[in-house]
DNA sequence: TAAGATTAGGGGTATATGCCCCTATATGTC
DNA sequence: GACATATAGGGGCATATACCCCTAATCTTA
């Protein structure tokens, strides 16, 4: 700091406070997860563990780097959120045949689990879809995957 | 689990990973924060933090349970959000009128962080602005408050 | 093949976030 | 004014998330 500023505004507090894109998609984030964390609650698991078991689901046996890759996430910080579902036996984690990988698979109760916790998240889904309606829907899909690609590194 | 389902299939699965809005919106908060957070690092301040910062200047003195409010946030969440900021000098917490309230204030320090800070905002804001349009972010923001609104409870 | 470079993960540290339950304080009612 | 109720925060607990740095393993190249 060496020049002295002209301190904060009001305006301009309130133009940040108004048009924050990184505020406003936390603030989402935040009520969506607790969303969709409520309708998950019958068969215990937070939407953030659905979505990882889900994308082991779909990747089949899949390192923690091209896990982390597929969910755009910080790797170690991907790695800590699997010790849960590992801890309830849900995935299981082995060395991989290259020695500095983890390999991450499904159990047969995770799949079990996903299997429950599917029509939950169907319902939750349907209504947001609801309220958002299909269009609202598309471009905010549109709209939120075009700043993952933007501000995505490499 | 009472009736034997059938297991999750590998369309289910492609399906929930493509379309669901809380992964989407939880992975876009990731990366917008990373990359508002990589342009606040100059000033030492976190995207979170700022946005905290910026809604006490809007707000003046307030309680924990209001500013809660306004950022759509757990209120015990926010009290220890609220810690770091307390710890750097940058707010003042006190006892209120009410003697169950606690007001937070923004301190001198606080404020110039925050004008500080707001030009290196501009900057990230410009950036994401200059990716999606003006209409990109226009729709954006309305999809979002759109899911705030309709999620929240009370 | 041995030395240097690259890659995958783990651990330390710090913050962000929510739920539940407990305590202190107010408020409202008889 | 005493008692029931409502409200504001705090602490415990668990998870989510990122960055930095370290180690182990692999790959590259002289």
């Known amino acids: 700091m060496s020049a002295k500023l002209k ?3 009001q305006n301009q507090a309130i133009e940040m406070g108004k048009s924050c894109v990184c505020f406003i ?3 989402a ?3 969506i997860t607790q969303f969709y964390d409520e309708m998950l609650r019958p068969v215990d698991l937070r939407s953030t563990q ?4 889900n994308s082991i689901r779909i990747l089949g046996s899949v390192s923690i780097k091209r896990l982390a890759k597929a969910v755009v996430m910080d790797r170690s910080a991907l790695a800590r959120n699997l010790k849960p579902l590992d801890k309830q036996g ?3 984690i082995e060395r991989g045949e290259d020695l500095r990988e983890r390999v991450v698979t499904l159990t047969k109760l995770g799949l079990e689990k996903a299997t429950e916790a599917f029509p939950l998240w169907e319902k939750a889904q349907a ?3 609801n309220k958002l309606g299909r269009e609202g829907l598309d471009t905010l899909f549109a709209s939120l995957s075009g700043v993952v690609l933007l ?3 490499k």
């Open 7 to 9: 301190a904060l505004d």
């Open 25 to 27: 998609t936390r603030r």
């Open 29 to 31: 984030a935040r009520c």
């Open 50 to 53: 659905l979505i990882l078991l």
């Open 90 to 92: 849900l995935i299981r």
């Open 127 to 129: 209504e947001v879809q």
């Open 151 to 153: 501000t995505r590194k």
